[in-house]
């Protein structure tokens, strides 16, 4: 079946744009997370949906970022007036569960480079 | 804000040897999950361990969540060159928040 998808895969825009990541989760997974990785390291928690509610946005860096999953499926994360340390691997994970400690299925990410 | 400290950050070692990943906080997690991660790939849940000093085997591969739980380790056995990789842990706090380590890149040659 359909794994994680997201779009772009590679995106390069200016400082000062505003960039918007796609997330695809696999069809009824009900958690959905956000997450942004640096090369050779863990990702890092962004925000947590759980179906079209937003749970937690605690590691959301400031209010450049948000993020959305109007109908529980798809989710866009929003970064407004890039920067150039918004450059990273951004990373979406879906669960079929909303109980921690279950698997999490990651997408091949999106590289965001901020010029 | 990682919580979770993992050792060694680098490991190359030589085909058939052995060797152990820590994975360290000063929490208490519910859960605890090992994932490999390759090149280009997003991160691949190895186990999942629940119970303080609870032990897993994956093949050659052995898990353990510590008795207070706030630590885990990982060893390999006889390592092989498909085990190269990066290797994370990460604890679950409550009900849905994954905190991740930092990481530990192992690269097994032939």
């Known amino acids: 079946g359909a794994g994680v998808s997201q779009s772009p895969r590679y995106k390069v825009t200016k400082r000062g744009q505003d960039v918007a990541l796609r997330c695809d989760p696999i069809s009824g997974h009900v958690s959905l997370y956000w997450y942004r990785q640096a090369l050779g390291q863990g990702p890092e928690f962004l925000t947590y949906f759980n179906y079209e509610a937003q749970q937690d946005k605690s590691g959301l860096p400031n209010d450049r970022f948000s993020a959305e999953r109007p109908e529980g499926s798809i989710s866009t994360l929003t970064i407004q007036r890039t920067e150039q340390r918004d450059s990273a691997m951004y990373r979406c994970?879906?669960?079929?569960?909303?109980?921690?400690?279950?698997?999490?299925?990651f997408g091949p990410g999106t590289r965001l480079t901020v010029l | 804000t990682q919580l979770l400290e993992q050792s060694p950050q680098f490991l190359s070692i030589q085909e058939g040897e052995n060797l152990t990943v820590y994975c360290n906080s000063s929490s208490v997690f519910s859960s605890l999950q090992w994932y490999r991660q390759e090149p280009g790939e997003g991160p691949v849940l190895l186990v999942t361990?629940?119970?303080?000093?609870e032990v897993k085997k994956l093949k050659r591969l052995t898990f353990q969540f510590g008795d207070a739980r706030k630590d885990s380790s990982l060893h390999i056995t006889a390592a092989q060159p498909g085990d190269t990789g990066l290797y994370l842990c990460?604890?679950?706090?409550?009900?849905?928040?994954?905190?991740f380590g930092t990481g530990t890149r192992l690269k097994v040659l032939a």
């Open positions: 990460a604890g679950v706090r409550g009900t849905y928040k994954y905190i």
């Open positions: 361990v629940v119970t303080g000093g």
């Open positions: 994970a879906s669960s079929y569960t909303t109980s921690g400690g279950y698997e999490q299925f």
